[in-house]
Structure formats: C-alpha cells, structure tokens
C-alpha cells in the first residue's frame, strides 16, 4: 500500500512528464465535465444523463479520496472550500434521481482549483512560453470566466422552474453579464423575492468583483522582468529596485524610449 501511495503522490505532485500528462488530463476532465453540465442542465434527467451523472460522481470521489489519501494534513484539506464543494458536488451527481441536478454547476470551482494548482503552475511555466510570458492575464481571464459561470449557475439553478425569463443557461448568462457590466437591458428580471435579493446580491457584490477582476486582465498587477542579480521575475508596475535584493531595475514601461 505504501508503494502504491507514493506512485500516486509522484503523480498528483511529481516534476516527471508523465506526472504532468496526468494532471493536464485532469484538467481536460474537469473542462469536459462542466460542458456535459452546462449542454444537459436544462433537459429532462433521462436514464442516459443519470449514468453519466453517476459516472462522473464516481470519478471525482475517486479523485477526492487519493487527494485526501496522499495528504500530508488531512484535517487542513478538509477545512478547505474546494474540499467541501467537491463533497456537494459528489453528493448531487451520486444522488442525481432524488436531488436538483443543477447543484453540479458548483463542479465549476474545482477548474478553478486545478488551474490554482501550484503544480499545474509549475507544469504551464516549464512546458509553455506563451503562458509564461502572459501568466497574470491568463490566470486572471480564467478567474473572471469561472466567476461569471458561477454567477449564472446560480441565477439559473434559483430561477429556470419559476422565472418564464430564464428559459435555459444562455437567457441566465445574459442577464449575469447584462447586470455585472451595469448595462442592464431590463429585458430578462429575476422574479420572486429570492430572486430580487439575488439581483442585489450581484450588482452590490458581483460587480465589484468583475470589476477587479476584468482590471486585472487589463493592467495585471505584476510585470514581468527579471532582475539580473537575484532573478526575481515578477515585480510592482512602478518599481524602481527589486524588492529581494535592492538592485535598480531598468524595467521598459509604455514611457520609455
């Protein structure tokens, strides 16, 4: 058992290839379930979808429990959101029959996790230059895609039996951004007083987020640029010296000739 917990923690943890071929398959998973999700979310539950739900409930306990198997603190894991979240998560695909399928759409936050992942990190910056070169942005696009997604999961699962307006996840993903970007076409409302508290919940809350996030998209918080003594390569836009070490950083800004 031993050695078949430290096969599986190489490959969870490990700096191999086949390690990082493991975890990228996860995270195509993880993609390919949340569009299963999102295409069958507003179908009828036929004997087809609930295998599928069941089938991949039974994937991710799999994954939770050697996740949890291979811990160093196990009490620290299960404290974490991610760690809960699956375990709703498990708990709606494995009772699919019996519970809203539509509790799935929180399987969202475990891309958000992987992508997190300090060792997925790590895999991305050794095998793509591209994502080097653009590591804030691209973590911050993500970031903002797996916000608005939940936002309309949530809008979706509170309104799609009762609210004629939200006919499907396209009509709650319209008004989502319609409402987080403050455009607000008036044309699709949430109904009941769930509902309105909802509203308000995204236009005080959301958009705050979106806000924050879409800037650092935009003006990442961070620059690229390696400091020639030490290497630190992450920096503050303005900076001047490098924080490790105290050298004088000659960073190109959009000023500069």
Excluded at 145 to 150: A, N
Excluded at 154 to 183: E, S
Excluded at 248 to 256: D, M, P, S
Aim: glycine share 6%; hydrophobic share 50%; charged share 20%.
């Amino acid at each position: 058992m031993q050695r078949l917990k430290k096969a599986l923690d190489l490959l969870y943890t490990g700096r191999s290839r086949r390690a990082a071929v493991f975890r990228y398959s996860l995270i195509t998973f993880d993609i390919s379930t949340i569009v299963f999700f999102v295409i069958t979310a507003p179908l009828e539950p036929t004997i087809g979808i609930i295998v599928a739900d069941v089938v991949v409930g039974v994937v991710i306990l799999t994954d939770f429990l050697v996740r949890l198997w291979i811990a160093p603190n196990k009490l620290r894991m299960l404290r974490q959101l991610y760690t809960i979240t699956d375990v709703v998560v498990v708990l709606s695909l494995l009772l699919a029959p019996l519970v809203a399928q539509n509790l799935a759409f929180l399987r969202v936050l475990r891309t958000l996790r992987l992508v997190h992942s300090y060792h997925v990190l790590r895999d991305l910056r050794r095998d793509t230059p591209f994502f080097r070169r653009n590591e804030d942005v691209i973590v911050s696009s993500v970031n903002l895609g797996v916000f608005i997604f939940l936002v309309t999961a949530l809008v979706f699962v509170l309104q799609f039996d009762d609210n004629p307006d939200i006919g499907g996840y396209i009509d709650a993903l319209y008004f989502t951004v319609a409402t987080l970007t403050t455009t607000g076409f008036g044309d699709v409302t949430l109904t009941g007083n769930v509902g309105r508290l909802l509203a308000v919940f995204i236009m005080v809350v959301g958009v705050a987020l979106f806000l924050r996030l879409a800037q650092s998209i935009f003006r990442p918080q961070k620059l690229s640029h390696t400091c020639p003594d030490c290497g630190l390569n992450r920096h503050d836009p303005d900076a001047v010296h490098c924080k490790h070490c105290g050298n004088v950083l000659k960073i190109e800004t959009e000023g500069a000739g």
